[in-house]
T-cell receptor, first 109, second 115 residues
Framework: DAKTTQPPSMDCAEGRAANLPCNHS???????VYWYRQIHSQGPQYIIH???NNETNEMASLIITEDRKSSTLILPHATLRDTAVYYC??????????FGQGTTLQVKP | EAGVAQSPRYKIIEKRQSVAFWCNPI?????LYWYQQILGQGPKLLIQ????????DSQLPKDRFSAERLKGVDSTLKIQPAKLEDSAVYLC?????????????FGPGTRLTVT
């Protein structure tokens, strides 16, 4: 079973920041938090991952709480092309990904 | 840099027939994964290779599914015989290594329909 909990769906206005929450209260000390997204009819796309510290790349920012029990993926300026299912995954020590249902983000004009 | 390549993109077969899918990972990626994604669900790992060795095949239905990665590069996934419930998208992914801290990069998938 997936070790994360995400809201099933969210809406965001185009041009605004999209903040996608994820709970992972049972995460262990050496497990990473990964975010992937899947645009309709495509394979999942890696976005970002982190262990303890906040991370930022050209796609998004990842904010991890100090106790590591939750995190937030931030898309700073959402566009219509960001409409997708976003998966938050806690990875085992083999790198195995267990996908849950994810959050369907709908970016609206 | 070329991404993960998969073929065919679509396949329709009748139940009890056989089918094979091919994957070419990103150059230099040691780890290769096959996932099954049923409509409306997240992908489920079927098998993970590190070079040409199997790391995890605990979710692979071994009575009908088989996979190989003979030279540690390309991989094939076979289903024989197919059942209706095998209708799904089969995704291949690759990663620079096994373990924490590596992202996986996915191909476009093969959509299988079993009639």
């Amino acid at each position: 079973d997936a070790k994360t909990t995400q809201p099933p769906s969210m809406d965001c206005a185009e041009g605004r920041a999209a903040n996608l929450p994820c709970n992972h209260s049972t995460i262990s000390g050496n497990e990473y938090v990964y975010w992937y997204r899947q645009i309709h009819s495509q394979g999942p796309q890696y976005i970002i991952h982190g262990l303890k510290n906040n991370e930022t790349n050209e796609m998004a920012s990842l904010i991890i709480t100090e106790d590591r029990k939750s995190s937030t993926l931030i898309l700073p300026h959402a566009t219509l092309r960001d409409t997708a299912v976003y998966y938050c995954i806690v990875s085992s020590n083999t790198g195995k990904l267990i996908f849950g249902q994810g959050t369907t983000l709908q970016v609206k004009p | 840099e070329a991404g993960v390549a998969q073929s065919p993109r679509y396949k329709i077969i009748e139940k009890r027939q056989s089918v094979a899918f091919w994957c070419n990972p990103i150059s230099g990626h040691a780890t290769l994964y096959w996932y099954q994604q049923i409509l409306g669900q997240g992908p489920k790992l079927l098998i993970q290779f590190q070079n040409n060795g199997v790391v995890d095949d605990s979710q692979l239905p071994k009575d009908r599914f088989s996979a190989e990665r003979l030279k540690g590069v390309d991989s094939t996934l076979k289903i024989q015989p197919a059942k209706l419930e095998d209708s799904a998208v089969y995704l291949c992914a690759s990663s620079p290594g096994t373990g924490l801290g590596f992202g996986q990069y996915f191909g476009p998938g093969t959509r299988l329909t079993v009639t």
